[in-house]
């Protein structure tokens, strides 16, 4: 459950929104599905309608019944955390409220998309999601898919509200999120799989991941590892997870359609996606298929804690 220093969990997976063969949201999928990730995979922490759910295509009824139900399945172990960020700040206010009441621990709130706002009005959005209710709010900065950057002095800005007590960090930018760590309270977590271990090693606490819905296990070794005092054998365990990283995120299909085409190889909750994405072709979900059996069998060996000596 959260704390002081992992206030949404510490390996925390954005949750795919499972759906049936006929596109209707599958909650019996979605509390089997968060319930593998906590038991079997290590997870601590759940995101929720966050982008990686589809919560562009889920209507508000979705997002409450399948929130209502991850909470029902895991909230006594896990940080369930809810996506309400969009580019109305109405429209988030409501649905933080309702997150709230639907028993959510904590909020991800996106910068607002396409919309475009300058610094101090996207500030003062943030500041009114955060005001909206009692929940701690994880700040998701994710400049290339939402068009916006948070700026090093608007997080420093926000840093300064009780209730903002985080970042979702998917910019990039390490020399930003190294500042920030250094000057506030904030705790960071990578937002991109590929950066885990190099947050981690600037002050993250942290990853919120889309490869863990099927590689959660693996995802929770790697910060385990450079956690527990042996950096080389984080770095060994990181190596082996990025071609799982890229083949995931790293083509056309975005993760949620990588993901899905996973768990649904594995008899899994996971389903269709909704239009305008497509599902998975039977080619690719080969590829994905023989990509994750690889990484499994390296995590699933024994791995060195340190470099092999030098001959003679």
Do not use: W
Not at 77 to 93: C, E, I, L, M, N
Not at 101 to 121: I, N
């Amino acid at each position: 459950m959260s704390n002081a220093q992992h206030p949404f969990g510490r390996v925390v997976v954005a949750m795919v929104s499972p759906f049936t063969c006929h596109g209707v949201l599958d909650l019996d999928g979605a509390g089997r599905l968060a319930t593998r990730l906590v038991d079997h995979h290590g997870v601590d922490g759940i995101v929720v309608n966050g982008t990686t759910g589809e919560s562009l295509t889920t209507s508000e009824a979705e997002k409450e019944h399948l929130l209502r139900t991850v909470v029902e399945a895991v909230g006594d172990r896990a940080v369930v955390t809810a996506g309400v960020g969009s580019s109305d700040t109405a429209y988030t206010v409501r649905s933080a409220r309702a997150a709230e009441r639907a028993g959510a621990h904590g909020l991800l709130a996106v910068t607002p998309y396409f919309s475009r706002p300058p610094q101090h009005a996207l500030v003062e959005h943030l500041f009114t999601v955060a005001d909206a209710c009692d929940l701690p709010v994880l700040l998701y900065d994710i400049p290339a898919r939402a068009g916006i950057e948070l700026s090093r002095d608007s997080i420093l800005r926000l840093a300064e509200h009780p209730r903002i007590a985080g970042v979702k960090d998917c910019a990039g930018n390490l020399g930003k999120s190294a500042a920030v760590i250094a000057s506030t309270q904030l705790r960071y977590y990578s937002g991109a799989d590929e950066l885990n271990l190099p947050l981690a090693a600037v002050g993250a606490v942290g990853c919120v991941s889309t490869v863990g819905n099927v590689a959660g296990r693996a995802v929770r070794a790697v910060l385990d590892a450079y956690q527990s005092g042996h950096p080389v054998q984080a770095a060994m365990l990181h190596h082996g997870l990025l071609p799982l990283i890229e083949a995931m995120m790293g083509g056309e299909a975005p993760g949620t359609v990588t993901a899905k085409a996973l768990l649904n190889s594995q008899g899994l909750p996971g389903g269709t996606v909704r239009r305008p994405l497509a599902n998975a072709d039977t080619q690719l979900t080969a590829e994905l298929t023989a990509v994750l059996e690889r990484v499994n069998a390296i995590f699933d060996a024994p791995i060195r804690t340190s470099a092999p000596a030098p001959p003679g």
